[in-house]
């Protein structure tokens, strides 16, 4: 595996800068000019018929897919996130290829590729190469399979972006193509800037101005956004698909509708949670006007986000109840909550509900959030159900205010590591200062950004699944002068301190370790979260770093913030023992026209003629 | 058909209440007392209650053929088509009429209202809309009994949300308030829906006056059994039930809260163009550039305001013009275009354009239509576009050099209602409306007095034309009557001065008349407008005779047309939204229509087994599916197979030779009249071991019975 190391910094700090490239960088790199940038064409299909809107070239669900055993770790493990993504977000899903008639293979070809739709009989192939190890980077190629073409290859895309022309490199126009409506229909949704099938701005540009400017100049940095599916991306797939209930795997309550989402209070005594309206200063649901008391939170938890404000509190000790919850897809439901209360604590029950009328049958597992300050808290816990119907329950005990809001469970597990960082503007302003002197007391030398105290945000000690420690360091200022103000940085280190512990592993390689920047939002299924991925390997620079105790590395990013607090996540997996079998190893090798990896009723795959092609006289494969 | 005159008014104002009524009183006034009250069992589902909801054996096939029997009277057919609309639009659930499809719903007035759950006979369903019952969210509801759905109140966890008070239930009538485990009523993975059409009211079947219901969030004690049409969660249900990839098709939102303003774009990008802008941060969003707005006089409240969104909206102060996206429309001849418009002077126009077929560019101008300048309010402004081709484009256009504002537009494939009428400041209305009704009061010294004498109380609208010809107004009450002051009344009344017309015919009877207050909710699918209909008769007197100059038509409408609290509430229908309610009205000449079906074939059609069916196009009375006609003209399993009631729809009867009915080793095949079981590759036995098909049956029964004894 090359790692494109853009602008490795082994400064004072050592820090080593390891950036995800873009599908064109990828290509570049691989030497790959496709036409529309990373469409393969299939001979098949030359007359391209339109794969969008004809049911034949649609895949059946689930579609087989299988995996090359030359597909490093970190396209493992961004393939898995992928997954979850698809799985969160659309109906379509994935499995592994157990001699199915139709599946698509995925190989490191050389650069990011993919025919657009199912086009080939048997074996259809996707190419994720150097570079292309980023889960939107597979989500984008998987989707071209699905039969979805690049944004800006809409027909009325004129309507939205300039595509100025001049700009583009010599030869590379062809990747600014548009298509009439048959081929790339919008499924009737409007043109989604912020899709993950939309190039960058300056994609293919010949200096520093952009190709592409959106007629709607907030869209210029989101152009190209390579965070996950935007909501109008999962749309599409799901019509395309004709997902009937999608959204099935999360569940979302942000406490505005006066449903409160099928919470209710498991006894309406004098203490109870009651709807609070931040707007309106009321509570509302109720019949008799109820003075809320002193000390409610004046914003609610999903505040900065577009809607109405409004929460649950109660005043004393009092439960709320859900309705029952059925899971479908995934072991692991991370349960996300809101809560502000500086007195007493909250517990957050599962119960198992009883088969014929719903009701709270036995405790399975709970948490317990204690108090903090007066302020909205992010809270997560991953449970794991025992039976496929269960309720949760929450509890304040105590004498105090407690307020609960943004209530969410989806189906995939939480990330395990996490810290917040609050007062986040007065942070970066410190940071900025602290930049401001520093600059100028070098007087226009070059100056380590990373040395600067204020600068940094450390978070405490983590701890792997393997009992290795590690940090993540924040940094406000990336570097002034190649980014400007405009991005921060996030890396891992391992913990100095923390490592002297003769049982573990050395070095801490084949380490999968994802960090994100939490998107706030409340729904699910709007979140982008921003995120980096990195496998540590033995040839890291520099040597011996994964050896007991030495730094480590990250990328660059913007991240929104919610209440001036920013939430960071990371999860590690150790891949050391990974096995990278598969059926497909049974088919090397498989060159030549018309063939395809195949298996057969024992389960032995082997390179045979892709259907409806058969071998001839002369090892051809033909018509019959 | 059968009028409920509740509390009939023949005042100084002459008006005439006619009141809808609730599935309950129907019922209760055609004698029907079902389980569930108006549930209907099936005899082959008698035995063992499977769950028609979770069972996709009980599903309909879409689109689900549905014939009306000739004994339905107008308003049912009118009510009917409006809530096929309904189901058109926010679900994929879609109803056609019967050509001799295998399975079928049927709609009688069999006396009162009631269906069965789910697809549960085979052939011919039937479902009953009798007096009273001739209402859209009636037949709605019957509708979705059909699909598979029970009553909201029935849920198994139903007792978290709301408390049943059994004490004050009608003695016998506990029957109404079961509930059923989660296999029967499964919740779809949806939250309790206090506003369900499938929920009985907080007075069902009460004693006295307390209610029997009570909803443990207080807010949702008089939206209890609201009956004005799906709330989203009933439409999620059945999107859910029946695997709707893609329900919303029909409608298209937009309040231009999104940064992409749902595809609408700039034509040309000049100085002046239309520009997005919060209301909450008083700024222009979507620019990089800060765009000052001070020397602006902008609407400080957004179109769609008193609705929970952040506010946005577009304006442009200059000539500019705004394209959509490519739209396709797919159910309706007719796309009902709404706008919000914010305007002093100037022309804002909407134009309709055909688009290329390639690549989607405005082709031809089809169609457009002119808005007014409005002095600087949001106005409601709707359009009936007929598209002649399958995708279309809008084009919005301001011409002129003040400010223009717009929000919130849709369009939805169904019918613009013709008639309509604002009121706007409804706050100082409806209190100098109060302050009148309380001074009359105090003159009136606690006697009677009638509150539509007090001027202040009534708001009239302009004369509205029929498609006839024939002119009719509309009255707006806001206080009822003494008795029921929280209530506002609608009226419609032919008009005096404007019908003499020697060219109308008259009476003015069969004409369908509807009512609607208009939910401002900008979001097409979460609309729920109240409404009320009625059908001019003769026995309405000679009330829709001619007027001439003496007579005094009366108003016929509803006195309890809407509570106050949903008028004001803007909570759950935002009927008041910027202090303005509209008033909507539709007018059919139904004098005409057809009501001949395939069914009057069938009549009559009685007896066990029988149902409707059709054989090249001629429709007639035979035995349902799969039983067969004997020789003594009974319905019954053919030969071979058992009649097993308790199984569902064709699985009623069930062959023979898959009970185990033959010796092991020997096979078991059918024969004329029944089965043979032989010796493998044998026939000679043949002869010995045929039977009649009873005795076959008979035998059969006993060993179905032992089987099911075993399992």
Not at chain 1, 294 to 300: K, R
Not at chain 2, 391 to 403: A, Q, S
Not at chain 2, 483 to 496: D, E, G, I, M, V
Request: overall charge negative; proline content about 4%; hydrophobic content about 35%.
């Amino acid at each position: 595996m090359k790692v494109f190391l853009l602008g490795a910094a082994f400064g004072a700090n050592n820090v080593v800068d390891i950036d995800d490239v873009t599908i064109e960088s990828a290509n570049k790199q691989a030497g790959i000019d496709l036409r529309d940038g990373d469409i393969m064409r299939s001979p098949h299909a030359s007359s391209m018929r339109s794969t969008l809107n004809d049911d034949y070239y649609r895949w059946n669900l689930p579609i087989p897919v299988e995996m090359s055993s030359q597909m490093n770790l970190k396209a493992r493990g961004e393939y898995l996130e992928a997954m979850v993504e698809y799985e969160l977000r659309t109906c379509v899903s994935f499995k592994p290829w157990e001699g199915e008639d139709d599946f698509i293979s995925i190989y490191p070809l050389g650069g990011c590729w993919s025919y657009v739709g199912h086009v080939y009989p048997s074996q259809q192939n996707v190419s994720i190469g150097n570079g292309c190890e980023w889960s939107v980077t597979i989500e984008h190629e998987l989707m071209h399979a699905l039969g979805i073409y690049h944004e800006q290859s809409r027909p009325d895309r004129d309507d939205y972006i300039f595509l100025d022309l001049e700009q583009v490199e010599d030869g590379k126009e062809h990747n600014f193509n548009k298509y009439d409506l048959e081929f790339v229909s919008p499924v009737d949704t409007p043109y989604a800037y912020d899709s993950i099938m939309h190039y960058g701005a300056y994609s293919f540009n010949v200096a520093d101005k952009p190709t592409l400017v959106p007629r709607i100049e907030f869209f210029t940095p989101i152009l190209g956004q390579r965070k996950t599916f935007s909501p109008l991306d999962a749309e599409r797939i799901n019509k395309l698909y004709y997902c009937d209930n999608p959204l099935r795997k999360t569940f979302n309550c942000n406490f505005n509708e006066f449903n409160i989402c099928g919470f209710v209070n498991e006894k309406l005594g004098v203490d109870k949670w009651t709807q609070y309206d931040v707007e309106s200063k009321s509570v509302i649901g109720q019949i008799d006007a109820i003075m809320p008391p002193a000390g409610v939170p004046l914003i609610d938890a999903s505040a900065d986000i577009i809607d109405s404000g409004r929460y649950v509190y109660t005043q004393g000790k009092s439960s709320l109840v859900s309705r029952v919850y059925n899971h479908y897809a995934s072991e692991d439901q991370c349960v996300v909550m809101w809560t502000n209360f500086d007195q007493g604590k909250i517990d957050v029950e599962f119960w198992s509900a009883t088969d014929d009328y719903g009701e709270l049958d036995k405790l399975q597992d709970s948490f317990t959030i204690e108090a903090g300050d007066k302020k909205w808290r992010y809270n997560q816990y991953n449970y794991r159900p025992e039976q496929s119907k269960f309720k949760v329950r929450i509890t304040y005990s105590g004498t105090g205010i407690a307020a609960i809001d943004d209530f969410s469970i989806q189906e995939a597990p939480c990330r395990p590591h996490w810290f917040t960082i609050e007062d986040v503007q007065q942070k970066m302003d410190a940071a900025k200062a602290a930049v401001d002197a520093a600059e100028q007391a070098a007087n226009g030398e070059e100056i380590d950004y990373l040395d600067i105290a204020e600068n940094s945000h450390w978070s405490d000690v983590m701890y792997a699944k393997s009992g290795h420690s590690f940090k993540i360091r924040w940094v406000w200022i990336a570097n002034r002068k190649i980014y400007g103000e405009t991005y921060s940085s996030a890396y891992l280190y391992l913990s100095n301190d923390s490592n002297n512990n003769g049982e573990l592993f050395w070095p801490f390689i084949d380490q999968f370790f994802k960090i994100f920047a939490r998107d706030q939002n409340p729904n699910v299924l709007e979140r982008m979260d921003n995120q980096w991925s990195y496998v540590s390997r033995t040839q890291d620079e520099p040597a011996g770093n994964w050896e007991k105790p030495v730094d480590e590395i990250s990328p660059k990013g913007y991240v929104k913030t919610k209440h001036d607090t920013l939430i960071i996540q990371a999860q590690v997996e150790d891949m050391r023992k990974t096995d990278k079998s598969t059926p497909l190893d049974g088919c090397e090798p498989c060159y030549g026209s018309g063939r395809a990896c195949r298996m057969n009723q024992a389960g032995e795959s082997y390179c045979g003629c892709m259907e409806p092609l058969v071998l001839d006289a002369n090892g051809q494969c033909d018509c019959a | 058909m059968k009028v409920f005159l509740l509390g009939a008014a023949f005042g100084a104002n002459n008006v005439v209440d006619v009141d809808d009524i609730t599935i309950e009183e129907a019922n209760e006034r055609a004698g029907i007392d079902l389980r569930d009250g108006d549930i209907m069992r099936s005899a082959y589902a008698s035995g063992n209650l499977r769950s028609t909801l979770n069972d996709e054996y009980y599903r309909w096939k879409l689109p689900i053929p549905v014939e009306l029997s000739s004994a339905m009277n107008l308003k049912a057919r009118g009510e009917y088509l409006e809530s096929l609309i309904e189901y058109e639009l926010r679900t994929c659930v879609s109803f056609k009429p019967w050509e001799g499809e295998d399975d079928f719903i049927s709609i009688y007035p069999l006396g009162g209202c009631w269906s069965y759950v789910g697809h549960v006979y085979p052939s011919q369903q039937n479902v009953s809309i009798g007096s009273g019952c001739e209402w859209s969210v009636t037949i709605e509801h019957e509708l979705m009994h059909a699909l598979g759905i029970y009553h909201e109140q029935s849920r198994p966890d139903r007792d978290d949300y709301i408390f049943l008070d059994l004490e004050q239930v009608q003695e016998g009538k506990e029957h109404n308030f079961n509930k059923y485990d989660l296999e029967y009523v499964s919740p779809v993975d949806t939250p309790y829906a206090y506003d369900s059409i499938m929920h009985y009211s907080a007075y069902s079947f009460n004693v006295a006056d307390k209610p029997t219901l009570v909803p443990r969030i207080e807010y949702f004690t008089p939206v209890l059994g609201q009956r004005k049409t799906f709330s989203p969660l009933d439409a999620e249900r059945i999107n859910k039930l029946y695997y709707c990839d893609n329900p919303l098709r029909k409608t298209f939102n937009c309040n231009f809260n999104e940064f992409n303003i749902c595809g609408f774009v700039n034509e040309h990008l000049g100085e002046d163009k239309w520009t997005h802008y919060d209301v909450a941060s008083q700024s222009v969003i979507g620019q990089i550039e800060d765009i000052s707005t001070e020397d602006l006089e902008l609407p400080d409240l957004d179109a769609s305001g008193d609705v929970i969104d952040s506010g946005r909206f577009l304006y442009t102060d200059g000539a500019s013009s705004l394209v959509s996206r490519v739209f396709n429309h797919y159910a309706s001849e007719d796309q009902c275009v709404v706008i919000w418009s914010n305007f002093k002077e100037g022309n804002l126009s909407v134009e309709f354009w055909s688009a290329t077929e390639d690549y989607g560019e405005l082709d031809q101008q089809q169609d457009s239509f002119k808005i007014e300048a409005s002095g600087g309010k949001w106005r409601y402004n709707q359009y009936n576009f007929k598209p002649k081709q399958s995708k279309f484009k809008v084009r919005i256009n301001y011409e002129g050099k003040d400010l223009a504002a717009i929000d919130d537009f849709s369009i939805q494939e169904a019918p613009c209602r013709p008639y309509g009428f604002v009121i706007e400041n409804v706050r100082e209305k409806f209190d100098a409306a109060k302050r009148a009704v309380e001074a009359a009061e105090m003159a009136a010294n606690g006697g009677e007095i009638d509150y539509l004498e007090i001027a202040e109380n009534s708001f009239w609208s302009d004369v509205m034309f029929a498609p006839t010809g024939h002119a009719f107004k509309i009255r707006w009450v806001w206080f009822a009557k003494q008795t029921r002051k929280t209530y506002s009344s609608a009226y419609l009344y032919l008009s005096n001065a404007s019908n003499d017309n020697e060219e109308l015919f008259w009476p003015f009877m069969d004409q369908f008349f509807k009512i609607f207050a208009r939910d401002q909710n900008p979001n097409v699918l979460e609309r729920m407008d109240n409404q009320w209909s009625y059908v001019t008769r003769i026995e309405d007197g000679n009330n829709w005779e001619m007027p001439t100059g003496e007579t005094s038509p009366k108003g016929y409408g509803r006195e309890g047309f809407i509570s106050h609290f949903d008028l004001f509430t803007n909570q759950h229908g935002y009927y008041t939204k910027h202090d303005t309610l509209i008033v909507q009205a539709s007018i059919e000449d139904m004098r005409e229509t057809d009501r001949s079906t395939p069914l009057d074939d069938c009549e009559p059609c009685y007896g066990n087994g029988r149902a409707c069916k059709m054989s090249g196009g001629k429709s007639y009375c035979g035995c349902r599916d799969p039983l067969v006609e004997k020789e003594n003209g009974e319905c019954d399993c053919a030969p071979g197979y058992l009649y097993v009631p308790t199984n569902p729809l064709r699985e009623i009867c069930v062959d023979v030779c898959d009970l185990d009915f033959c010796a092991a080793g020997e096979t078991c095949s059918h024969v004329d009249g029944g089965v043979i079981c032989g010796e493998q590759g044998s026939t000679t036995t043949a002869s010995t071991t045929t039977s009649t098909s009873s005795a076959v049956t008979e035998i059969l029964s006993a060993a179905y019975l032992l089987l099911s004894l075993i399992i």
